[in-house]
């Protein structure tokens, strides 16, 4: 807005100026044509009669002082100020030709005129020139400028105001909007009041689709919690109770077997501690965005060879399926490494003593799938959705330490990645878990 | 946002700033800083008046300013001029001049200072330029005739049948005509110029004047003086403060305002750019156009004073009883300057002298 004020005071000074001099230039060019008319030759000398309207007319310009001077041929002094200085570069013509100059320490405003004598003895240009202080041309100036500014003034400050209100009414149903989202309830949900304003509609859209999510997000939150209180209360419940029972014990092979049962339902707590300390990390990396460049072979050997390493006395086979050993993509190290440890605890869990575990990468265009296969009982297919949630164990009758968290960890990650995760039952026996992640993030 | 509407406002409060310079007040005397005693105060005044006129003012002003000590110059108009402009006078503080034209010449020529005049010193239109150059007289330039030589014929009432007179009453005023030898005396030049401005007729004027064998004079003075002791019938554009002043104490001679038009040309004060004493100055001035000062000139001085609420002899008010005038106050500015012009002034000059030095003496 300052820089608009600027530019048109700029734009209004030159524009008083110009019209000011239009004016006053025209008394000047009356009054040189006025002298120049009065030039005659007059047995071969030139003549000028100063007539009394040359200064009459410029006295309408009532506080400038006026200097003049008319020279003959060759440029000879005839009248006037000897020095009165003649316009650069001036080709004589009968045309006024304005300049500005200075005389006697003022500026002058003048005009140059000419005319061409052709008598016997007197042949060439004679001239003209006339000059006027400014003070008439600058109180006119002036005066249009003090105008004008004053309009332009008025112009901007009218500008300025209906926009301030302008914008006041716009923004008065976003105030109202926060208003109401401060003065609501934490837990007061429903849509927000609506709004008659077209460009403020969209907003309080999102934000009750925000809400709505953020809603989704502390119910399943809060059956996380419900279910996962539940389960260590019910695994350490069971263990007091066990121990309480093996205190009383004095059979010492019933004694061993109650130890056994501690041991079981210590190793389910400490699996459930440790799963759920996991899901904690890997949704805190998800919100933390953690990624980094990760070599996908060297990634998943390691996390083979340590489980080979922690089940080296069991049955289980382990097999890794690899074709693209320089593959890398943009991932979060630590989530996929716990993801898919996850994945092998519950393909062993959930598998045969003789499980045939299988690790590997297929590589489709710009997707990579890390897979894990093993030789369990697979997930019934009307189970395979709700599987992935988290806690939803499935029912398969086996009595063992599944929590259902490995699957939601999975899960997690997947969606932290930008991926999928899918469950698909292999024929004739086994699950294939899935993660399909983009290789580079978008 | 904010920036732009602390920028308008301040531009709204310049603007304001602005007016407010621009109603100025100032001070309505300027006197006061004379009053104290620590240093005799010096006024030079240069001027082509005659000091007797001018005597009662100046020592009015004394009268007022102890401490100021004014010494009077008296030079002849054009030389006057001329000893301003080429140097030769230094320290002049106070310019008074009859000759309206090089009075208005200097001013234009920038030998002049600008003057503030209080809005209380309520002044014609016509009698100041600039705030520069102040009239501060009101001089109408009349004809003046010697009684006896008109007993028995009327006296010409105007310009017109002044020009009859002369030619149809040859006899009556051959070689008893006087008027101003415009090659010696600037306000003669003036007068004559300025006919020519105001009259169509002011070529035969001329013709006649040089038929009937004038005498031309430097002075006015000199034209009474004559008129008085019946030398001369009549004087054509004399000063009508100087005529009117004498003719007041001598009944020999009577004064015409002609019917058809009076010029009043005013002397003009002004502070030269060469002033030491710029306030003191400047100070007289003031009071030269104050009331008190007008008051002066109106009832003491042989001038006229410039302002009509002046009362006495010498006043506006006295000068036009009983009668009808056609005043043409000839205004201070540009114009006036026209018969400066060398050429124009040369060729009026030859013009003249070849109608009267043809004349048979």
Redesign the interface.
């Known amino acids: 807005?300052?820089v608009v004020?600027l530019v048109l005071s700029a734009g209004v000074w030159q524009y008083a100026n110009r019209t000011a001099d239009l004016s006053y230039d025209r008394l000047l060019t009356g009054s040189a044509l006025a002298i120049i008319e009065r030039i005659r030759s007059r047995n071969g000398q030139v003549?000028?009669?100063?007539?009394?309207a040359?200064?009459?007319i410029?006295?309408l310009a009532?506080?400038?002082?006026?200097?003049y001077a008319?020279s003959g041929p060759d440029k000879s002094y005839?009248?006037?100020y000897k020095d009165f200085p003649p316009p650069e570069h001036y080709t004589p013509s009968a045309s006024p030709v304005f300049y500005n100059t200075n005389y006697?320490?003022?500026p002058i405003r003048a005009v140059v005129v000419s005319k061409r004598l052709d008598d016997p003895g007197v042949s060439g240009w004679v001239e003209v020139r006339i000059g006027q202080s400014r003070n008439a041309r600058n109180a006119l100036s002036n005066e249009i400028l003090?105008g004008e500014?004053?309009v332009l003034?008025l112009v901007?400050?009218l500008a300025?105001t209906s926009?301030?209100f302008g914008i006041n009414r716009t923004l008065s149903p976003l105030n109202q909007l926060s208003r109401s989202l401060r003065e609501r309830r934490a837990d007061e949900m429903g849509p927000l009041p609506d709004t008659d304003i077209k460009e403020v509609k969209p907003l309080i859209a999102s934000i009750d689709q925000y809400r709505t999510r953020l809603q989704s997000n502390l119910d399943m939150m809060q059956v996380f919690i419900a279910d996962a209180s539940h389960q260590i209360r019910t695994a350490l419940s069971s263990v007091q109770a066990q121990l309480d029972m093996a205190e009383m014990e004095h059979d010492q092979d019933k004694l061993q077997n109650r130890l056994a049962l501690i041991r079981n339902q210590h190793r389910k707590l400490t699996r459930l501690t440790n799963q759920l300390l996991t899901h904690a990390l890997v949704a805190h990396r998800r919100d933390t965005n953690q990624f980094q460049q990760v070599k996908l072979d060297a990634l998943l050997s390691a996390i083979l060879t340590s489980e080979v390493r922690d089940h080296a006395d069991s049955n289980i086979e382990f097999n890794y399926s690899n074709t693209h050993r320089d593959l890398t993509i943009d991932a979060d190290p630590v989530s996929l490494r716990e993801c898919l440890r996850n994945l092998i605890d519950n393909a062993i869990k959930y598998g045969p003593e003789n499980n045939s575990i299988t690790l590997g990468i297929d590589v489709e265009a710009e997707q990579v799938k890390i897979f894990v296969d093993d030789q369990g009982p697979g997930i019934p297919d009307e189970m395979l959705q709700r599987a992935v949630l988290r806690f939803e164990r499935i029912e398969t009758g086996k009595n063992t330490l599944g929590s259902g968290l490995g699957l939601g960890i999975a899960n997690t990650v997947t969606e932290a990645h930008g991926g999928q995760l899918h469950l698909i039952n292999r024929q004739p026996q086994g699950l294939r878990v899935e993660l399909v992640l983009p290789r580079r993030r978008i | 946002m904010k920036i732009a509407i602390r920028a308008a406002i301040v531009c709204l409060l310049s603007i304001t700033a602005l007016q407010a310079a621009e109603r100025r007040t100032p001070s309505d005397q300027g006197f006061e800083q004379f009053t104290t005693p620590n240093s005799v105060k010096r006024l030079d005044i240069y001027s082509a008046t005659d000091t007797r006129a001018i005597k009662p003012i100046i020592e009015a002003f004394e009268r007022r300013h102890p401490y100021i000590d004014v010494r009077y110059n008296e030079y002849e108009s054009t030389t006057l001029y001329n000893a301003l402009t080429s140097g030769k006078i230094k320290g002049a503080d106070v310019v008074l001049s009859s000759a309206m034209d090089l009075q208005v010449k200097l001013v234009n020529d920038g030998h002049a200072r600008t003057l503030d005049i209080p809005e209380s010193i309520d002044l014609p239109e016509w009698s100041h330029w600039r705030n520069e150059a102040f009239g501060f007289t009101f001089e109408p330039v009349v004809i003046a005739y010697n009684k006896a030589s008109f007993e028995n014929a009327p006296v010409p009432s105007s310009h017109e049948s002044l020009v009859d007179a002369l030619r149809n009453d040859p006899e009556r005023y051959y070689e008893k005509v006087g008027s101003y030898d415009i090659r010696l005396s600037g306000a003669g030049y003036f007068f004559a110029t300025h006919d020519t401005v105001v009259s169509s007729i002011s070529g035969r004027i001329l013709e006649s004047l040089a038929r009937a064998a004038s005498h031309t004079y430097c002075c006015t003075s000199d034209m009474l003086d004559d008129l008085g002791e019946g030398k001369l019938a009549l004087a054509y554009n004399v000063l009508g403060s100087y005529a009117l002043a004498r003719a007041r104490k001598d009944s020999r001679i009577g004064v015409i305002m002609p019917e058809d038009y009076t010029l009043v040309m005013s002397r003009i004060a002004l502070v030269p750019k060469q002033t030491d004493n710029f306030a003191t100055a400047q100070a007289f001035i003031r009071f030269l156009l104050s009331k008190e000062g007008q008051q002066i000139i109106a009832s003491k001085s042989n001038l006229i004073a410039l302002r009509p609420e002046a009362t006495g002899p010498s006043s506006i008010a006295a000068i036009s009883e009983k009668r009808q005038l056609r005043f043409h106050p000839i205004k201070i500015g540009l114009p006036v300057m026209t018969f400066q012009d060398e050429m124009k002034r040369e060729r009026f000059i030859r013009e003249w002298s070849q109608l009267f030095d043809a004349r048979t003496p």
């Open positions: 807005m300052l004020f003549e000028v009669d100063l007539p009394y040359a200064l009459d410029l006295s009532p506080d400038d002082k006026v200097y008319v005839l009248t006037g006697l320490n003022e003090l500014m004053a003034v901007i400050t300025l926009l301030a």
